[in-house]
Structure formats: C-alpha cells, structure tokens
C-alpha cells in the first residue's frame, strides 16, 4: 500500500469573502520616550458587505502590513446595522465624534454619495447609494469616520419607530392624520 501526501497547504477550505475592506488612512506615529523616539504606524479601515453592515477599526503597530491587518480585524469585530431604504438612510441624523459632526442626509435616487472620502468610504460600504452629508466642526479623517459610524448607529428604521409610537409603518411614512 503507497501512503498518499496529503497536501497541508491547502486543507482548508476557502471561505468566499463577505466583507468589503477600504484603508482610510495610514499615519506615521512617534512616541517620545526617554530612550529617544519609538516610530509607529496607525491604520484606519472600514469593512462593510454593502448590505447594511459596516465596522471602522483602527490598528497600531510598528510595520504597516501589522497594522492593516489588526485595523481590519478590529473593524470586523465593531460591526453595526445599518437600516437602509430605497438606496438611502430613512431619515436625517447627526453622528458626533469629539469635535467633528457629521450631518447625514436622505437623498432621492440618482443623487449619489455626496460626501468627503473618509465619510464616503463609510456609507458606501454600508450599503447606501444616494445621499447628502456635511461635515460640520474639525474635519480630522479619525473622528469624521467615527462621527458618520455614530450617525449611522442611531438610525432607526421606520418599523422600529412605529413600534415605539403605536402606528401602523404607513402612518410612520405618510404621517399620522388625527380624525375630527
């Protein structure tokens, strides 16, 4: 009897890739000590599957590869729903982070994604297509991410509010008229 190799390499079995990654943004860190300056790298990146999931992570590490693979593995672990209708958000929000703001917008369809790169990147991957946001405050890329996650967070969808308020999601939608 021939023993057949068996291949280790390739044992597992390839997951097809859900999720959607996109670096923002790739800083060079010093951090002063007394023994002199220790050089790092800070990673932002968002992970999304453009179907109402999206997760921002940052990741610190002394080479880059590192620091991009810890930025997506943290993004992965902070993702949040996104409720999207009709390509957009179902109604306007503003997402704070420190000093930034970021007004987010319903939009009508065909409008696109009008919005700086670092809030782009965010939406898009969430999943939505036609939208108006504003960056309003400090426009670092950081907290203007941060800011449009925290919009994005506390969105509500037009059925979770008509639970809240006792309404049909018609009325929600249309508006509740008062017979009399």
């Known amino acids: 009897m021939k023993k057949m190799a068996r291949n280790t390499k390739n044992s597992r079995t390839e997951v097809p890739q859900e999720f959607e990654e996109k670096l923002i943004d790739i800083k060079r860190v010093t951090k002063v000590t007394t023994g002199g300056k220790t050089i790092s790298f800070r990673v932002t990146a968002v992970v999304?599957?453009?179907k109402g999931k999206v997760g921002v992570g940052i990741g610190n590490a002394r080479e880059v590869p590192q620091a991009i693979r810890k930025s997506i593995q943290n993004a992965?672990?902070?993702?949040?729903?996104?409720?999207?209708?009709n390509g957009t958000i179902p109604h306007e929000i503003i997402g704070v982070q420190d000093a930034s703001r970021v007004m987010l917008?319903?939009?009508g369809a065909g409008t696109g994604i009008i919005a700086s790169s670092s809030?782009?990147?965010?939406?898009?991957?969430?999943g939505v297509h036609n939208i108006l946001t504003k960056a309003l405050g400090s426009t670092n890329v950081l907290n203007l991410t941060k800011a449009t996650l925290d919009g994005l967070k506390h969105l509500k969808s037009p059925k979770k509010i008509a639970e809240l308020r006792d309404l049909t999601v018609k009325q929600?939608?249309?508006?509740a008229h008062k017979e009399g």
């Open 105 to 107: 917008k319903p939009a």
């Open 76 to 85: 992965k672990k902070n993702l949040i729903e996104v409720p999207i209708k």
């Open 119 to 126: 809030v782009r990147a965010v939406v898009e991957l969430a």
């Open 48 to 50: 999304g599957n453009k």
């Open 172 to 175: 929600v939608i249309n508006g």
